[in-house]
């Protein structure tokens, strides 16, 4: 009998995402999926026909490590026009498999061991492995919980001398906050004439609400200077299996940035990266997606208003929560469960963003989804 090998793991206490975990309890138990958040719909068929030309017009190699340089054109002009900032092409801008390559990406160029990373939780699964995983420490700080703003006086006492990087995530997956410039000029004040780093997780930056704008670490000089901005196309464009993200930050901190792309993954999917570069040269099939989103948590908030749940306010991305209080004693996990299982409507429990398992008795569900399915969903629901 062979020996069994050891190893001593980096992550030792991660485990397989509650996404999965979900998913897969919704798929054996034929519950409609409100857990993880994708579209059940189909992207543009224009998109799709342009990912066909270019891959028929043979472009099927590698693309440069960086991106190509049409979309890193189209990026530059979708952000000076969207937040005044202008990032040169070249050499600030780089085209990522996704949003959590990026954020791996970026915790990779900047954490070294020792150093502190500013979280808020509920936080998005990501980002404490990714830390842990480069040898910082994550210093985790919770959000508000009526309106889920950051206690900022808070932030101020948790910040050291190993202070490294601030995370942020606006409109925040999974609350649906999002920051406001009250926010952003405390951030400002905290961080001038120190040397604190941001991560700016903005994947849902057009997925915003009741005339709302997203704003945008970019729009501010303080904070540019010092932040690796993170979107992605898979949210704008419903398009999540094709991860396809960016990154937009000074020259200084993009080199330490791209000196880890390039083994992380080198470069992503040609075709794509030249479909999307055309795609957006339309600013409708950007800027209507708000009101798409807005009337599918509208629609949905209509079907549940009813229901025993509370909603709680949803200023953007696709996820609404609802807390459960009126309705059960069970912890988060365990009412998930019973909602799959004995319901028939899968969704996620909140207290897995939690470092300590904090349990609020809330629930996350994404609302893009076709509005029959969202009907069906919430029938179920109220019925509880």
């Not at 206490?13 to 054996?28: L, Y």
């Not at 005044?84 to 996704?98: C, D, H, K, L, S």
């Not at 008795?361 to 029959?372: N, Q, S």
Request: with cysteine; proline share 4%.
């Amino acid at each position: 009998m062979s020996t069994q090998l050891k190893i001593s793991s980096k992550l030792p206490d991660v485990k397989t995402s509650i996404f999965a975990i979900m998913s897969k309890m919704a798929n054996e138990y034929n519950a409609i999926n409100l857990s993880q958040g994708f579209p059940d719909f189909n992207c543009s068929e224009q998109l799709i026909e342009l990912v066909h030309h270019f891959m028929k017009n043979g472009n099927n190699q590698y693309a440069p490590m960086q991106g190509t340089i049409e979309l890193r054109k189209q990026i530059s002009l979708k952000v000076k026009r969207d937040y005044g900032r202008e990032y040169n092409p070249e050499r600030e801008i780089t085209v990522t498999a996704g949003a959590t390559q990026a954020l791996y990406t970026a915790f990779s160029a900047l954490v070294n061991k020792g150093d502190e990373v500013i979280i808020f939780e509920p936080a998005y699964d990501s980002y404490l492995p990714a830390i842990i995983a480069n040898g910082g420490i994550p210093i985790a700080i919770k959000l508000n919980t009526i309106d889920f703003s950051i206690p900022w006086q808070e932030v101020e006492k948790s910040i050291t001398k190993k202070t490294k990087c601030i995370v942020f995530n606006s409109p925040h997956n999974p609350t649906g906050a999002i920051l406001k410039s009250n926010d952003l000029i405390q951030l400002e004040r905290i961080v001038k004439n120190t040397n604190i780093f941001l991560i700016s997780d903005e994947v849902y930056e057009h997925i915003i609400f009741d005339n709302q704008k997203h704003l945008s670490f970019a729009g501010y000089n303080e904070l540019a200077k010092r932040s690796l901005i993170i979107s992605s196309f898979g949210k704008t464009f419903h398009t999540t299996g094709w991860k396809m993200g960016y990154c937009c930050a000074p020259e200084y901190l993009t080199t330490e940035f791209r000196k880890f792309h390039q083994f992380i993954v080198f470069t992503v999917n040609t075709p794509i990266q030249l479909a999307v570069a055309e795609f957006l040269k339309d600013v409708t099939n950007i800027y209507l997606l708000p009101h798409f989103y807005q009337a599918k948590r509208d629609l949905f908030s209509s079907f549940i208003k009813n229901s025993k749940f509370i909603l709680k306010n949803c200023d953007g991305t696709y996820f609404q929560l609802l807390d459960y209080s009126r309705i059960s004693d069970k912890n988060d996990l365990e009412f998930s469960e019973y909602l799959t299982k004995e319901i028939g409507v899968a969704v996620i429990p909140i207290s897995p963003f939690y470092k300590d398992g904090t349990n609020n008795k809330l629930i996350r569900v994404c609302f893009a989804k076709r509005d029959e399915v969202l009907k069906e969903a919430a029938e179920k629901l109220v019925s509880i």
